[in-house]
């Protein structure tokens, strides 16, 4: 079942005092199926951050439309977007966003207590998915007081205890060292397998590659997917290298 749909997608900016136009996203179409994990590739410029920002309903296309689960993002007015966000999206960042006079606990509460949930129904929630982030045992910790590993899972337990319909990722192991990256990829699979669907922005082909899609975006179009099927990760791996070698020297996409 197709949970996201984007089509003819373009965002043109205009720059300053109406000067130049630069076109961020051209023709861009691509769909998400739900319990897919995609992760979005490309060099610095091609349109991904635009890409996602739309995606998060933070910015408006110049055209086109974004379909998620049937309710079109582009026609959401900005009173109601926040709210959108909160019961439909889930956010995973680089800088895991947690605020420091918060507790663990607290920051991982912090969608269900805007959206007005009990104490109770909270902490029904957070606890198996605490167990399996492995960190029951520092939800009364500080940010300032857990390592960066520990952060970002406590990020992407706030971002799955909503059950949104799209967990959102940006760059998810870009502050992580080898080992937390590792740890956070292999979960990053567990929350898949277990139903969620991810959508990640990766400058990694480590991460990349224990995605089941690969989409590449080159001067605002989307340039040339890859299909999991039967390899390996480490098959996929040298896809995704190929694939950007390919893009890095001006090769065309199949």
Do not use: C, W
Not at 12 to 34: C, D, I, M, P
Not at 47 to 55: Q, W
Not at 152 to 175: C, F, M, N, S, Y
């Amino acid at each position: 079942m197709t949970i996201l749909e984007v089509t003819g997608l373009r965002k043109t900016y205009t720059t300053r005092f109406g000067g130049n136009k630069v076109e961020a996203l051209k023709n861009v179409n691509f769909s998400v199926n739900q319990g897919e994990y995609v992760a979005i590739m490309g060099e610095s410029g091609s349109g991904k951050t635009t890409l996602l920002n739309i995606l998060a309903a933070l910015d408006k296309p110049t055209a086109g439309s974004v379909i998620l689960d049937g309710q079109d993002l582009t026609k959401i007015n900005q009173a109601k977007a926040a709210a959108f966000r909160r019961n439909n999206l889930g956010f995973v960042f680089q800088e895991f966003n947690l605020l420091d006079t918060f507790t663990l606990e607290d920051n991982i509460y912090l969608p269900l207590v805007l959206a007005g949930k009990s104490y109770g129904e909270m902490s029904q929630r957070l606890a198996p998915i605490a167990e399996q982030l492995g960190i029951s045992g520092l939800l009364k910790k500080y940010p300032y007081e857990v390592s960066g590993g520990q952060k970002q899972r406590a990020a992407v337990a706030r971002a799955i205890i909503t059950h949104p319909k799209l967990v959102l990722a940006d760059e998810p192991t870009g502050a992580l060292d080898s080992k937390a990256t590792d740890e956070l990829l292999r979960l990053f699979s567990a929350i898949n397998q277990g139903g969620e669907t991810i959508l990640m922005v990766t400058h990694s082909v480590k991460a990349a590659s224990q995605a089941k899609r690969v989409l590449f975006i080159k001067d605002g179009e989307v340039f040339h997917q890859i299909y999991r099927g039967d390899a390996t990760s480490e098959q996929l791996y040298q896809k995704i290298s190929d694939t950007l070698t390919m893009l890095a020297t001006g090769g065309e996409g199949r």
